[in-house]
């Protein structure tokens, strides 16, 4: 099975020949060149292939796109809103190397050198980023900002994090 990379979604249309605005979380400005095809998830689970005819950046989290076969302001209304997904070897090329999503798939150590195992989900917020792993069968939320991160190690895959006394427990239940 493909593995896909949530990496954003479609916010508006932009103009009247069916372009759309991608805000995405690449951490770089990117027209998508590296990309074979982009993923809209058109319902819950259904990965759809678009072509992008056109694609100009237009800062690190927005581009502007042009589908294959979506011509008019109308048909672009219908993407609006739909969350837009990579194939892992696209993702992996086009995101910037310092942008939190690229942690997708690392391990994460605590100081006590326990691997909490792969983060699969990066969630930005203002303020810091959360990393979900799976943890004794529990979703939990590991946070990243300056007082948790000890070091990030991208050419063995982890990151090292101090975190607050008693905060796994909550995920193990004791």
Known sequence: MKEYIHIG???????????????????KKSNLKEASAIFVEETKGSYIPYFVETAKAKDEEETFIKLEGVNSKEAAARFTAKPVWLLDADFR???????????????????????????????????????????????????????????????AQKVYVTLPDGLLDIYRGL
Do not use: C
């Not at 979604?9 to 951490?27: D, Q, R």
């Not at 943890?135 to 900002?145: D, K, Q, R, T, V």
């Open 93 to 155: 090329k086009l995101a910037g190397k310092d942008a939190p999503i690229s942690l997708l798939g690392y391990e994460v150590i605590t100081d006590e050198d326990e691997n909490l195992g792969p983060i699969e989900e990066v969630i930005e917020q203002p303020h810091q980023v959360l990393l979900r792993v799976t943890l004794e069968g529990n979703e939990a939320l590991i946070p990243l900002h300056a007082e948790t991160l000890d070091k990030i190690d991208r050419v």
């Open 9 to 27: 979604k479609l916010v508006a249309v932009f103009g009247v020949k069916g372009e759309l605005i991608l805000k995405h979380s690449l951490g």
